[in-house]
């Protein structure tokens, strides 16, 4: 099934490729070499992470639970999520389902760092740091609500137009 999907895609890029401008073109060769390159980052980024874990909680017998190990290893893994994420949006820009990066999914990336700020967080942060990633956090969560509700609203209005078509 995913062979298929990607011969398809493959063919259907193919078919674009001579109808786009040359600055589609030239997206579309951006957003696969960025495309590369995160995969490249991402892929280090694992192993770094497998070491890490291994090193902390084989060699040096931490507990899992300790603050310190905690922070490293689930600090490291967001981080990966962060990538990851990021990567998906730059696949929809180069597979032309997107046209640009969306707004939605860069605050999405933006929320998943704060968290992840919020996990490596040391216990002595002072309460205005807390208090501005806190309100940091609620801006963005409120921005993904509002585009999340504009996109909701666009749908259901394009649902209703193509029915009484």
């Known amino acids: ?8 895609t493959l063919s259907e890029f193919k078919v674009a490729w001579p109808l786009m401008s040359f600055y589609e073109r030239f997206e579309q060769i951006v957003a696969l070499l960025l495309s590369g390159v995160i995969a490249v980052v991402i892929v280090i980024s694992l192993v770094q992470l497998v070491r890490t874990v291994y090193h902390l909680l084989f060699l040096e ?5 300790e603050h310190h190990v905690f922070q490293t290893v689930f600090g490291m893994i967001m981080t990966l999520l962060i ?7 730059i696949i929809k820009v180069a ?7 969306q707004v939605k999914t860069v ?9 992840r700020k919020f996990v490596i967080l040391d216990a ?16 963005l969560g409120a921005i ?3 585009l999340r509700e504009r996109d909701d609203r666009i749908g259901e209005t394009a649902a209703e137009q193509r029915e009484s078509a």
């Open 124 to 139: 002595d942060a002072s309460p205005a740091r807390i208090a501005a990633l806190a309100a940091a956090a609620l801006a």
């Open 61 to 65: 017998a931490f507990n899992p639970l």
């Open 144 to 146: 993904y609500w509002l």
């Open 95 to 101: 597979l032309r389902r997107d046209s640009i990066i």
């Open 83 to 89: 990538a990851m994420e990021f990567k998906h949006s």
């Open 107 to 115: 605050v999405l990336i933006a929320l998943i760092a704060l968290s």
């Open 1 to 8: 099934m995913n062979d298929t999907r990607q011969r398809s």
